[in-house]
């Protein structure tokens, strides 16, 4: 299995709801990592989980809170989101020391109304 | 510090012509060098990396790159252009381990019958 898979695809939620994107490899990889992509530009780095612990956040508002429950699994809550965080949100996995590179899922399309 | 410069935003090409995707870098350590493909609503997907090994690198569907550091560049080529190769395409440098990846601006690709 050489995927990162993201669930759901598409999400659409209100400003007081709250959601969970989902995350998940099987490559072994001990890096899991969130980004944000808007229309028209590069991924922006959210997170970085490093062997299930947290270790960058790249001051991210609370409203997005990271949860890696294992190795194989990430998740991204959601709450009192504004429309403003309406993005592609991409998770990606890689290995160290090699220099692989990332594998990313597809992302999920979230519009906040 | 390391940074990536794209240095075009669109790049229009014949379908059958060769594809030219023009990247420059800068970094302190030894990079290394990927180029990432999005098609419209996906995730990313790694074309090729260079990874100080050869110079020269040979990535998926049909494209290359080389690595020079005397020009500090990572042009991504491609001897003919397929109409499915529309897309938008990223280079990148990390100094890699679980260092984070800095992501160029993006080229859109526009392949024309």
């Known amino acids: 299995d050489t995927e990162v898979t993201q669930t759901p695809k598409h999400l659409v939620m209100g400003m007081t709801n709250k959601k969970s994107l989902k995350c998940e490899q099987h490559?072994?990889?001990?890096?899991m990592y969130w980004y944000k992509q808007k229309a028209k530009k590069p991924p922006e780095l959210m997170f970085v989980?490093?062997?299930?612990?947290?270790?960058i956040n790249e001051s991210v508002p609370s409203r997005f809170s990271p949860e890696c429950p294992n190795s194989s699994l990430l998740n991204l809550h959601l709450h009192a989101l504004q429309p403003e965080d309406s993005a592609l949100y991409l998770c990606?996995?890689?290995?160290?020391?090699?220099?692989?590179?990332?594998?990313f899922g597809s992302g999920t399309r979230l519009t906040v109304v | 510090a390391q940074s990536v410069t794209q240095l075009d935003s669109h790049v229009s090409v014949s379908e059958g012509t060769p594809v030219l995707l023009r990247c420059n870098y800068s970094?302190?350590?030894?990079?290394?060098l990927f180029w990432y493909v999005q098609h419209p609503n996906k995730g990313l997907q790694l074309l090729l990396k260079?990874?100080?090994?050869?110079?020269l690198v040979k990535g998926i569907n049909g494209f290359e790159a080389e690595f020079k550091k005397s020009e500090t560049s990572f042009h991504l080529t491609k001897p003919s252009a397929h109409m499915s190769d529309a897309a938008e395409y990223f280079c990148?440098?990390?100094?890699?381990?679980?260092?984070?990846?800095?992501f160029g601006k993006g080229t859109m690709l526009l392949v024309s019958p």
């Open positions: 990606a996995s890689s290995q160290e020391g090699q220099n692989y590179g990332y594998t």
């Open positions: 490559m072994g990889h001990r890096a």
């Open positions: 989980y490093s062997y299930e612990k947290l270790s």
């Open positions: 970094s302190s350590y030894s990079p290394s």
């Open positions: 260079y990874t100080s090994a050869a110079t």
């Open positions: 990148v440098v990390t100094r890699g381990g679980y260092s984070t990846l800095t």
